[in-house]
């Protein structure tokens, strides 16, 4: 009963975010991941995913904010922030890691300033989005979901 | 990391790390594979690893190329090696095809990249560095799931099918599953087992060089096209091997020759004998096309060795071509018949062998630097009769392998008799007339042995000889061996250099008895074969203990050998020939293998 509502709750807020773009099935099949074997996956991932786009928002606004931004080093924060965002299924931010990448080839600081400007904003409703979802899930499993 | 955790694929009843039973039959499982993700993002070193391990797989991870390589040296050490490597391309502090390669190089074993750029040329890069996949990121477990056939793939190689290859073959039709639970079929396939050292797990056949002469003798007397593994096997008679080596020799061996014509710039002919007289020559464009493979495997692959002796030359000047035609018309590029129709011999083949392995190292000498460009006149222990010409072609005859590989029709060398060779240039154009040319007479070398043993990496060639009293026999404790004995004559009337013909390699009679006819292997051929194999060990120099790296293996294991010029010195100076320099047995199989992964 409460369960199943919660079950119910947390695919309605997937298909939702789905929907959005915000999250693509990569995410979907990464909570599949989750296993006796591995208990506590999704909320390991979604930590880290977290931390590590903080932290990668972070290093780009300081280093595109220098006078002269080591481009290559943006880019390589670029790549790696994509790749993470892809591996995680973080739709929205991973398209935008995509622009900025161009950006970035182009050496237009101006734009790769917005550009990061929205990953943080973007980044921002996936945070609470997923908060959300980990709300739910931890709701689904004390109720003895797996 | 964690273990692959058997206990949630209920249905695997052979599930398990070990689980070789041995033998062709048994159920197979990947469960238990060792893996190791090499990637500088955390996230995507967690996603793929959970991936993993929810197909089964035993995981470790590193974020770097140097760790990762370090894990691997360690566990190559304690004989508990993974069994497969999923790298990432772009990292920091190493890139990925780097590490690719120097997993290649050292330790054999598959390696996956994984990139989240699909670009065309990123995942060119990969396979000419030699990935066995290459994986686009965001990656889906169920492309991790099958990775195992990359293992298998590899290891029925190196066995020559250590269980049945056809059905190594049709692992993947055999409906194994693994979506949610395992099934599988009663059906054998090879064991995924852990239980011995480094890449290769089993008891490895050895393919050396007098074991795959025999089989490119074999292989020639039925016709390349039509023989097959049984009656290659009765021809070989070679005790312990079976159908099921030969049939993975085979199979390799026949994309080699494929892979050789295209390397030749495919002269449009069809079939492994054209691949074999393009050969001949677009001797340039392979010259080139293996310079480029070299350079890219770098100076310690074998395949650069090869390519070594491809660009050193060695076009078949005139009737010593390679797959010269026989009385028989058959031509095959494997065919070690010295230059000539007429009979030859194993020891021919021998000899030629070990002319070849000189040149080889000369070529390689020549390929880093380490020495001019051209060859130097080898010092051979055992005499070639003036006027009798040595090139790499033949010499690669002699070793079986396929002479699309010989390319620049730069050198070969003019027995002087004294064992010294000066050397030819010859025409390119000379060849193919040559071709038909009828053998000069083939006298029976004495029964000499040159038991090739060779490493990958600008090698060091060991030579076992088992010599005629006639001649001064080489020792293993570095004596150097003395000039052998003919004195030059005058070349045989009619051959000029330069004008690329071939009377073939004289050697001096003394031996045993007479030179069976070639190609017709009969018996007296096959039964020199053993006894000089079986005779020429106490000449053996090479034991696997005794390899520079220190390390100790089955077969041939490529790894950074002698790079350094300073050993290539040592190798070449006749002086020091067959001084203790360890030498590891060259592995054919393993060649091929290299050559078709390394491309």
Not at chain 1, 53 to 58: G, H, N, Q, R, V
Not at chain 2, 216 to 221: G, P
Not at chain 2, 232 to 243: H, W
Request: net charge negative; proline share 6%; glycine share 10%.
């Amino acid at each position: 009963m409460a369960a199943a509502a919660v079950e119910q709750a947390i695919q309605q807020l997937l298909q939702q975010s789905v929907h959005e773009g915000l999250l693509d099935d990569q995410f979907l099949q990464l909570i599949q991941l989750q296993d006796e074997s591995n208990p506590d996956f999704v909320a390991e991932v979604v930590e880290l995913y977290f931390e590590d786009s903080a932290s990668k928002i972070e290093m780009l606004q300081q280093k595109l904010a220098e006078a002269a931004p080591s481009y290559s080093q943006v880019d390589a924060l670029v790549h790696q922030f994509k790749g993470s965002s892809a591996s995680f299924g973080a739709h929205t931010m991973a398209l935008l890691c995509v622009q900025l990448r161009d950006a970035c080839h182009a050496h237009n600081q101006g734009v790769c300033q917005q550009l990061v400007l929205q990953l943080r904003d973007s980044f921002a409703v996936l945070k609470t989005r997923l908060e959300q979802f980990m709300a739910l899930e931890t709701q689904r499993k004390q109720l003895g979901g797996s | 990391m964690d273990a692959g955790d058997d206990g949630s694929s209920g249905d695997n009843a052979n599930a398990g790390a070990a689980c070789s039973s041995g033998g062709d039959s048994g159920l197979f499982s990947p469960s238990g594979l060792r893996v190791l993700v090499v990637d500088d993002d955390p996230m995507c070193l967690k996603v793929v690893s959970a991936m993993l391990q929810r197909c089964n797989y035993e995981v470790d991870t590193r974020s770097s190329g140097q760790d990762a390589l370090l894990l691997l040296r360690d566990r190559q050490e304690q004989n508990h090696q993974f069994d497969l490597v999923l790298s990432d391309v772009y990292m920091p502090d190493m890139d990925g095809f780097k590490l690719l390669e120097l997993i290649g190089l050292e330790l054999d074993l598959p390696v996956i990249m994984m990139s989240s750029n699909g670009d065309t040329d990123v995942v060119l890069r990969g396979v000419t560095h030699g990935a066995v996949d290459f994986l686009i990121k965001p990656v889906r477990v169920e492309e991790l799931r099958n990775v195992w056939q990359h293992v298998v793939r590899r290891r029925s190689l190196h066995t020559g099918g250590r269980s049945s290859d056809e059905h190594s073959n049709q692992g993947d039709e055999q409906g194994l599953t693994h979506q949610g639970g395992v099934k599988r079929k009663e059906s054998e396939t090879i064991q995924v087992q852990h239980d011995t050292q480094g890449g290769s797990k089993k008891p490895r056949v050895v393919w050396s060089v007098e074991m795959h002469q025999q089989f490119v003798d074999a292989v020639s007397q039925l016709g390349v096209d039509k023989a097959v593994p049984k009656r290659i096997l009765d021809l070989m008679n070679v005790d312990g091997l079976t159908r099921e080596n030969v049939a993975s020799h085979l199979q390799k061996y026949r994309l080699y020759l494929k892979r050789a014509q295209g390397l030749q710039g495919g002269k449009g002919g069809k079939g492994q004998k054209a691949s074999h007289d393009a050969a001949l020559v677009d001797s340039s464009a392979a010259a080139a096309a293996a310079a480029a493979a070299a350079a890219q495997a770098g100076p310690n692959s074998v395949f650069a060795q090869v390519a070594a002796q491809q660009a050193a030359g060695g076009a078949a000047p005139g009737g010593m071509g390679p797959g010269m035609s026989s009385p028989q018309g058959m031509m095959h590029p494997g065919m070690a018949v010295l230059g000539m129709a007429g009979p030859t011999s194993a020891a021919h083949h021998m000899a030629a062998a070990w002319q070849q392995q000189h040149m080889a190292m000369q070529a390689a000498a020549a390929a880093s630097g380490a020495l001019p460009a051209g060859m130097h006149p080898a010092v051979l222990p055992f005499p070639l009769p003036p006027g009798a010409v040595m090139t790499q072609h033949m010499a690669a005859m002699a070793a079986g392998m396929p002479v699309g590989l010989v390319g620049a029709p730069a050198m070969a060398a003019i027995s002087d008799g004294n064992g010294g060779f000066t050397p030819m240039v010859f025409p390119q154009q000379q060849q193919e007339q040559q071709h038909q040319q009828s053998p000069q007479q083939v006298q029976q070398p004495q029964q000499q042995q040159q038991q090739q043993q060779q490493q990958a990496g600008p090698g060091i060639a060991n030579a076992d000889l088992q010599q005629s009293p006639s001649h001064t026999a080489a020792v293993p404790d570095g004596t150097p061996v003395p000039s052998p004995v003919q004195p030059p004559q005058v070349q045989p009337p009619g051959q000029q250099p330069g004008s690329a013909v071939l009377s073939g390699v004289k050697l001096e009679p003394g031996g045993t008895g007479v030179a069976p006819a070639f190609p017709g292997l009969n018996d007296s051929a096959m039964t020199a074969h053993h006894d000089l194999m079986s005779s020429s060990r106490h000449l053996s120099l090479s034991d696997s203990a005794a390899l520079p790296n220190g390390h100790q293996h089955d077969g041939l294991k490529i790894h950074g050998g002698l790079g350094d010029t300073e050993s290539l010195m040592d190798a070449l100076n006749p002086d020091s020939f067959l001084a203790d320099v360890p030498l590891p047995r060259l592995d054919m199989d393993d060649f091929l293998d290299s050559f078709l992964s390394s491309e």
